[in-house]
């Protein structure tokens, strides 16, 4: 049994062929690149926030060490200086820590108990800063240069530069590897249309004879293309996010990992816009490419 | 007209098709029948000489004028040059929609033509489950659909029985009769003089006008 063919329901097919092998390889290139620039965007804004938390806690704090004369004032000389910084504008808690502290503090270099009670270490004095307006290292040092207290004050100005350094790398080589799998796309969505131009020399033949201009047949690749990228984008985005949850859960029970790769939920938003980039990508590419190879026919 | 450095495929050859004449174009094999109609239709450039249509000089025409004179050139290949993946009704329309018209303006005309052709019952068939003949029949009727001004056709009866020749011979009247300037090559000396019309005969690149076809002079 057949059905009758009606001419009034009639509607244009694609005029070009449905995807074949190469149209294959290129989906699994361009899911694989949407992968991978998914869990490169996770991945950057996880650092960024990784390397904010620690900027935030070392700009909020300050620690000042305190040189006693003698193992008897020393803690004496500690608390003295804990009360004068607390009264520095700009400075929210100043505690100084006993000797038990400070021996814990260095004991993972020279050991716990291997120095002799009499030998005066220096003490420590721990510094929460206001986070709105902290006040300074050289804020601090005046202020106990004034009650004549032999101290150091470290703001750890020195670890907050190189964490804001190592931020901003992170920033720069996540945007530059999106960028690069940007470029990669466009790469293979050029080569694959100048292949389908040549696998389908006979459609363009047929169309341009029948009086399609370049741009009809250019619109024909660009829309195949874009429609490609944007399916494999989205396939490769959901991946994305499910390796980024998997890595989140298997984080949570790992401070250590956590510190270092925090993600939060709304990260998982990040490799949404792929799909959308890679189809605009591959539709601008295809176009450009389309036009250039149909300018060398006659 | 010559490829690389080969030999000239045509040469020395000068005519003109007045606007609504009708022409065969003889000759045999390898004369330059297909490559005189590719300089014609545009699918080839002469390496030299000048070829003037509806007033225009090919040599001058930019490329972005070449879609809208080809839209004006109807042609029927030899090999067909059917669209494998799309329905017969698909390549039937090819010329309308690629002019950009809406659908609901000319699938009444497609349906129309195919059947005159004989191919109303073949509308959703793909070209692979078609005869010779059927393509051919396909060719002539995507050739003819959007009414060119020029019509060229490369053996268009090379695969039909007389009956079914007869009846395309009519169609090619029918639209040289309404303007349409018609040539065609064909090596059927009983259509050539079955339909009375003038003969340009290419031999050996070299084109000879004969108003009237004596079957004894050509090869």
């Known amino acids: 049994m057949s059905l009758a063919f009606d001419a009034n329901r009639w509607w244009p097919s694609p005029l070009l062929p449905k995807g074949d092998g190469r149209d294959w390889a290129l989906l699994f290139v361009v899911a694989a690149l949407s992968f991978l620039a998914g869990l490169a965007a996770v991945g950057a804004l996880a650092g960024e926030r990784a390397a904010a938390g620690w900027r935030s806690e070392l700009v909020g704090s300050a620690t000042i060490v305190v040189r006693a004369k003698g193992t008897d004032s020393a803690d004496e000389e500690a608390a003295r200086a804990a009360e004068v910084v607390a009264g520095v504008k700009g400075v929210a808690e100043a505690r100084a820590l006993d000797a038990a502290k400070a021996d814990a503090l260095i004991a993972p270099w020279i050991g716990a108990g291997a120095l002799p009670p009499d030998l005066p270490t220096p003490r420590l004095v721990a510094v929460d800063l206001d986070r709105k307006a902290p006040a300074s290292g050289a804020d601090l040092t005046r202020a106990l240069s004034a009650a004549g207290i032999d101290a150091d004050v470290d703001d750890h100005s020195r670890w907050s530069k190189q964490i804001m350094r190592a931020g901003a790398s992170i920033e720069a080589a996540g945007a530059g590897l999106f960028v690069l799998i940007l470029a990669v796309l466009g790469a293979v969505v050029a080569f694959a249309t100048r292949q389908g131009l040549v696998a389908r020399r006979d459609v363009v033949e047929a169309l341009h004879l029948a009086g399609a201009t370049d741009g009809f047949i250019a619109r024909l690749f660009q829309a195949r293309f874009a429609r490609s990228a944007a399916q494999a984008g989205l396939a490769g985005a959901l991946l994305a996010v499910l390796a980024a949850v998997l890595l989140k859960a298997m984080s949570a029970g790992d401070e250590q990992l956590t510190a270092l790769l925090p993600i939060a939920w709304r990260d998982l938003a990040a490799p949404a816009p792929f799909p959308i980039l890679a189809a605009l990508v591959a539709a601008v590419t295809a176009r450009i490419t389309a036009i250039a190879a149909l300018a060398e026919r006659p | 007209m010559r490829y690389g450095r080969e030999a000239e495929v045509l040469k020395d050859i000068s005519f003109e098709l007045p606007r609504g004449s009708f022409h065969f174009l003889t000759g045999p094999s390898g004369s330059g029948k297909s490559t005189l109609l590719k300089l014609i239709y545009l699918s080839e450039q002469a390496s030299r000489g000048r070829i003037e249509i509806f007033g225009q000089d090919l040599a001058l025409l930019k490329r972005a004028g070449r879609p809208l004179m080809r839209r004006r050139i109807g042609v029927v290949f030899q090999e067909f040059r059917l669209l494998e993946h799309l329905t017969v009704f698909d390549n039937a329309a090819l010329a309308p929609r690629i002019a950009g018209r ?95 019309m003038p003969v340009l005969n290419l031999d050996a690149g070299r084109l000879a006008q004969i108003p009237v076809f004596n079957p004894e002079l050509s090869p």
Request: hydrophobic share 45%; proline share 4%.
């Open chain 2, 102 to 196: 809406k659908p609901a303006a000319y699938r009444s005309d497609v349906a129309d033509l195919l059947a005159w052709v004989g191919l109303g019952d073949r509308m959703h068939a793909m070209p692979t489950a078609l005869s010779g003949g059927e393509k051919q029949r396909l060719a002539i009727a995507r050739a003819v659909i959007n009414r060119p001004d020029i019509l060229l056709a490369d053996e268009p009866t090379g695969n039909v029985d007389e009956a079914m020749a007869l009846r395309i011979l009519r169609l090619f009247t029918e639209l040289n009769r309404v303007g349409a300037t018609v040539l065609i090559a064909s090596h059927d000396t009983d259509l050539v003089l079955r339909s009375g």
